[in-house]
């Protein structure tokens, strides 16, 4: 199957030459971070969602929801190739938030790309969902920075004890260079991210299983987040509001006017 470009370009407001350059992908990059949020209901209400491409397009492109992950980088990906981009999936370390010597799972899909014509790939990534995501992508080459306005990444190379080069992609905040997850460039497929989908989605253990988890950057590069009942909401020169929802209606209402989240019908979200 693939995926209906007009379609899919129609939600994500772009309206651009549909070729397989670097200017291509850096727009269409940038339109699908802004336009479709990342969400977890699937996972919070109890199961693990389709990677199916006819299904990925039926939630994300025509019935109002975001995803994670593995649902937009699987879009992405499939419309890159569709315009004539060479597209590999790999496989990140989230280090984000984790305790000095965590060891935490390959649980995140990135892609790297190579456009036709041009020698130096790309990593794209539009489904981090955090406030230190990419908006568009980075040159694969060690020390290349990307100011994305107003974000500001590095791509940088670190010392490991495997036998593949480890990247390790940092995002700008506060003044200084914070980690947010490591890869190597092996290669890994399809099946691969349905078994991780499966445990992330389903496993007691995953905070996308205990809560509800949406991001959105907004035009203006203001960045919403919501955590169960916190809503923080970041403005482009880092001030933050966070208040408390009062409970499950207040939370269906966010998602639907600050989200354009349309919550599934008769879904019992936790309060």
């Excluded at 509001?241 to 998602?255: A, M, P, Q, T």
Aim: with cysteine; glycine share 8%.
């Amino acid at each position: 199957m693939t995926l209906d470009l007009d379609a899919y370009f129609a939600r994500i407001g772009w309206s651009g030459e549909p070729r397989p350059t670097v200017e291509v992908l850096r727009s269409l990059h940038r339109a699908h971070a802004l336009g479709i949020p990342f969400e977890n209901l699937d996972a919070v209400l109890g199961s693990a969602p389709s990677l199916d491409l006819a299904d990925l397009e039926a939630k994300l492109v025509r019935g109002g929801r975001g995803g994670y992950c593995y649902e937009h980088n699987t879009v992405l990906a499939t419309a890159l190739r569709q315009l004539g981009f060479t597209v590999t999936f790999l496989a990140a370390r989230v280090v984000l938030g984790a305790a000095p010597g965590d060891i935490r799972p390959r649980s995140h899909i990135l892609l790297r790309v190579d456009v036709p014509g041009v020698a130096t790939p790309y990593i794209a990534d539009v489904g981090f969902g955090d406030v230190g995501a990419l908006l568009e992508p980075i040159e694969l080459v060690p020390g290349a920075e990307l100011h994305d306005t107003p974000r500001r990444h590095r791509l940088v190379t670190v010392a490991h004890d495997g036998p593949l080069e480890m990247w390790e992609l940092l995002a700008e905040q506060g003044g200084s260079w914070e980690p947010q997850y490591t890869f190597t460039l092996e290669p890994f497929e399809p099946p691969d991210f349905e078994m991780i989908n499966w445990y992330v989605a389903t496993s007691p253990r995953s905070p996308f299983q205990q809560a509800v988890y949406v991001r959105r950057t907004l035009p203006d590069a203001s960045h919403l987040a919501l955590a169960g009942l916190d809503l923080v909401e970041r403005a482009e020169d880092g001030t933050v509001k966070e208040r408390l929802l009062s409970g499950r209606d207040e939370v269906v209402r966010v998602l639907r006017d600050d989200f354009g989240i349309r919550v599934p019908e008769g879904a019992e979200l936790p309060a």
